[in-house]
């Protein structure tokens, strides 16, 4: 045989010669839950390893990703429900605890990337993504709400707005009203792709913020659906958007790998709580090992065509990349 493909295989140092994908901690994006208070780390009993932290013990849990090379951050509000309503309106006020804390993360750690979500499902008394009246979830109203849910939040420091409501048009009203607000900066990571998942449970249950009545496929994607995707790829991408994003990942690899191939913008996914959670449930039950299945994983969202990863496992991740 001319030809025989173990030789490239033979020896450790080999195979990592000819390693096609590479992943380390830059390319991940680290989901974060923020509570009002202090002195609280409660974990999600759905989701285990991961907590509803309290600023104060949140700044030393961010220094320590920081040492390990993990330097972005995805920050969720859960936010009382004497606090939401109708339309919103605590996302973008002065006294909201999760735009004070953004600017207390931004003066003790200015290097850090901090990413948004802005949608109105963590502060709505409906519990969706967009203004609900008489059942219907109504995208036009909606636009001004998230444009000023995104303004609030660039002024807090804010790097990176993510919509994750999926109202059509959003990008553009936002990217629009940051431009003419001085915000030209901020970049939008659009939630390109996201699917009615059933992945999304743990999350839900760490803020608090499943509808009210209903459910989210009226603007949320069918997973049956892949051309689907590149048509909200293209008008995310021509009304501004600086990543695109595919959410859930595993189920969706095909999805990542289409829109890295048509587009010349960073392609990010997120791994969502579903899936984190899975790993944890069969390592913790010994069916899984949990750094190995971990590690493969997130090397086939990267292998798909991401370009950074929002995951739970963020931070073991590159503690693993660390003890190597």
Known sequence: MNIRPRRNRKSMAIRAMVEETKLGAENLIYPIFLEDGKNIKTEIKSLPNNFRWSLDLLLPEVEQCMNLGVNTFDIFPAVSEHLKDVTATYSYAEENFYLHAIRKLKESFPEIVIMSDVAMDPYSSDGHDGLVRNGKILNDETLPILAKMAIAQAQAGVDIIGPSDMMDGRVGFIRN????????DVSI????????????????????????????????????????????????????????????????????????????????????????????????????????????????????????????????????????
């Open 189 to 324: 990571m659009s939630y390109t792709a996201k699917y009615a998942s059933a992945f999304y449970g743990p999350f839900r249950d760490a803020l608090n913020s499943a509808p009210k009545s209903g459910d989210k496929k009226t603007y949320q994607m069918n997973p049956a659906n892949k051309r689907e995707a590149l048509l909200e790829a293209e008008l995310d991408f021509s009304e501004g958007a600086d990543f695109l994003m595919v959410k859930p990942a595993l189920c969706y690899l095909d999805i990542i790998h289409i829109l890295k191939e048509n587009f010349n913008i960073p392609i990010t996914a997120y791994n969502v709580s579903g899936e984190c959670a899975m790993v944890y449930a069969a390592s913790q039950n010994g069916w899984l090992n949990y750094e190995n299945t971990m590690s493969e994983m997130l090397l086939s969202i990267r292998r798909a065509g991401a370009d950074g990863i929002l995951t739970y496992f963020a931070k073991d991740f590159a503690q693993l990349l660390k003890n190597r």
């Open 177 to 184: 009203e940051l431009d003419l607000n001085g915000y030209a």
